[in-house]
């Protein structure tokens, strides 16, 4: 079956790095989109980045861009995501998905698997 296993996550200072690994395993689909989402306590998950359908390019959240940055490891079953000057308001657990819809990329309910998710804390 479809497994999805997050790691990377932790407590970090306001300003520092972390970057987040999605290991992939256990499909065979030809075309998918894996994303990134992230849930603050007491909050509804939230987008943060996805890659196109071809995944050509990358869709960043608003409040992320220029700070996120989403890639892959196809030699690895690896996705990644690297974030930088991070701030207390990152603080949450982050999801990776796999998505088989092709026509969005925001939307959680579009994701048929998850991760178990990674908590990453940002302290001031």
């Known amino acids: 079956q479809v497994r999805l296993v997050e790691s990377g996550g932790g407590l970090v200072q306001a300003g520092g790095s972390l970057r987040l690994s999605c290991s992939e395993s256990g499909h065979s689909f030809s075309r998918y989109r894996m994303g990134w989402f992230r849930q603050a306590a007491g909050k509804q998950r939230e987008f943060v980045a996805a890659f196109s359908w071809d995944e050509s390019e990358t869709f960043t959240a608003a409040s992320e861009k220029g700070r996120f940055t989403m890639s892959r490891d196809n030699a690895k079953n690896t996705v990644y995501l690297q974030m930088n000057r991070l701030t207390p308001e990152d603080t949450a657990v982050y999801y990776c998905?796999?998505?088989?819809?092709?026509?969005?990329?925001?939307?959680?309910?579009?994701?048929?698997?998850w991760g178990q998710g990674t908590q990453v804390t940002v302290s001031s």
């Open positions: 998905a796999l998505s088989t819809y092709s026509a969005t990329y925001s939307d959680a309910s579009r994701y048929d698997y």
